[in-house]
């Protein structure tokens, strides 16, 4: 990426490289694409939108998703950008060329560029909250609390605007410089070393859970199968969540695909990347809702509640203070790692195509993202009550990238990969023979775009029907 990434030496041939540099092993891509999956959506937006969708059987269409459907899509990604090895617009021009495909397949790589600009908007502003979090575990404020007070703080601090701002502006910075640097070795260190710990203190919290919150009660809530408070909007939320928390279906991880050194195999890698991600949301949920129910609160208190639960643990833990400034540090780590490739497809377009400089292009989206966040900001005070359909402006911007966007993104990826793209690309990226390569036109063809359509079908059907 830029000077970014460097270029593995001698091993890959001239003609398999990406301009913008190369990830130097597999190892590294899957450091990367672990990076951009593992971030927000994992601990603060999965638990939000389970309690506010009823629990256990959100969960358990959410995990089918990600197996049925994120899973081979990502595989998809990662196989069209490591062939194409630009970003996503020009991969998909090049292969629509090369597979006799029609020009409008472009439109992934277009509709990629617009949902990224959506996404980081407001990604930014919760960032910004959590970066807050870190000087305000810091400061001690939380000592002793329950989870009301812990509320009527979060509560203060939403209802100022000023203060909301100034924190997604930071946040937005600090993005928009490690991405004009070149991310490569930021990321690099973030990654190999800052997920590990984020990990091993979520289960620290797990544990915080499970002596001293309703753990009982917080796993049956994530885990018991009740199909009566399964709705179809909720599928869809799940649906929806499953591409947004393995950064599908906008050409993330098809940019990030683009520098992976050819030999590596996409399956496993894949596979491992999945996993990864769903172990860090399972391991928040199990965090937090123990919590919210040992303190009466409610599992649907939408966005804020990481902020609300979370700090009734720190607060009444030895080393608390400690604990949940590094806990919230992490937590802004995983948001930039994520930030950072919400923003590659742009900027290697806008790179290959006016031979921009990378801190221009970084500097020039960087300021649409932050206007655009601002209408975020203001949906938690002053615009609290200004609705369409009923939605908030950050609501809204969710609504259309998250549900919308993202899985038509992916059921195109799915299609063009199963259906469009050059059989022998395919074959030659991912290696499959036999049964192996049956099951994956299988899946490619028909099991992924049915689910997404048949889940966008009734959706619209119960909506409108
Ligand atoms: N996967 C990220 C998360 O779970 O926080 C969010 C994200 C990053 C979505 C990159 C989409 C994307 F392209």
Redesign the pocket.
């Known amino acids: 990426m830029g000077a970014g990434i460097p270029l593995a030496k001698g091993a890959i041939v001239p003609d398999d490289v990406s301009r913008h540099g190369m990830w130097s092993s597999r190892w590294l891509f899957v450091l990367a694409a672990t990076g951009?999956?593992?971030?927000?959506?994992?601990i603060w937006?999965f638990p939000y939108i389970t309690g506010e969708n009823g629990g256990g059987a959100f969960v358990v269409v959410y995990l089918l998703c990600i197996a049925a459907i994120g899973i081979p899509i990502m595989m998809a990604e990662v196989m069209l950008g490591r062939s194409g090895r630009q970003s996503p617009i020009n991969t998909m021009r090049s292969l629509i060329r090369e597979s006799g495909g029609h020009r409008s397949w472009s439109v992934i790589g277009w509709m990629g560029v617009l949902a990224?600009v959506l996404?980081l908007s407001f990604?930014a502003v919760i960032a910004g909250w959590a970066v807050f979090y870190v000087f305000r575990l810091a400061s001690g404020v939380f000592e002793g609390v329950d989870g009301s007070q812990s509320s009527a703080l979060f509560g203060e601090f939403l209802s100022n605007p000023w203060a909301v701002l100034l924190w997604q502006t930071l946040f937005m910075v600090a993005t928009i410089v490690i991405v004009a640097r070149g991310v490569a070795r930021g990321l690099e260190v973030a990654v190999r070393w800052l997920m590990p710990i984020l990990l091993l203190l979520l289960v620290g919290l797990v544990g915080y859970a499970a002596v001293y919150g309703d753990f009982g009660q917080g796993f049956a809530f994530l885990f018991s199968f009740d199909a009566s408070r399964l709705t179809w909007d909720g599928t869809l939320t799940a649906m929806g969540h499953a591409f947004?928390?393995?950064?599908l279906g906008?050409g993330?991880i098809m940019a990030y695909g683009a520098y992976m050194p050819s030999q590596a195999s996409i399956s496993t890698t894949v596979v491992t990347i999945g996993v990864l991600d769903t172990v860090v949301a399972l391991a928040a949920g199990l965090a937090i809702f123990p919590i919210v129910f040992v303190e009466g609160l409610v599992p649907g208190a939408g966005p804020g509640l990481m902020f609300e639960t979370l700090p009734v643990a720190f607060g009444n833990l030895p080393f608390g203070a400690v604990l949940g400034t590094i806990f919230f540090l992490l937590v802004s780590f995983a948001?930039i790692t994520?930030a950072i490739?919400?923003t590659e497809p742009a900027l290697a377009f806008l790179v290959e195509e006016y031979n921009a400089k990378r801190w221009r292009v970084a500097i020039s989206l960087g300021a649409v993202c932050w206007l655009l966040g601002i209408g975020t900001v203001l949906s938690f005070n002053v615009w609290a009550d200004a609705k369409l359909f009923g939605l908030t402006f950050f609501d809204l911007v969710d609504y259309v990238s998250g549900k919308i966007m993202l899985p038509l993104g992916g059921l195109l990826i799915a299609l063009f990969a199963g259906w469009v793209l050059n059989r022998r690309i395919a074959d030659e990226q991912l290696g499959f023979e036999g049964l192996r390569r049956e099951v994956w036109d299988l899946v490619i063809r028909f099991v992924a775009p049915l689910g997404v359509l048949v889940v966008f079908g009734y959706t619209i059907y119960q909506s409108f029907g």
């Open positions: 951009s999956a593992v971030g927000l959506g994992n937006k990224g996404i990604y947004f928390t393995l950064s906008m993330a948001a994520s490739s919400l």
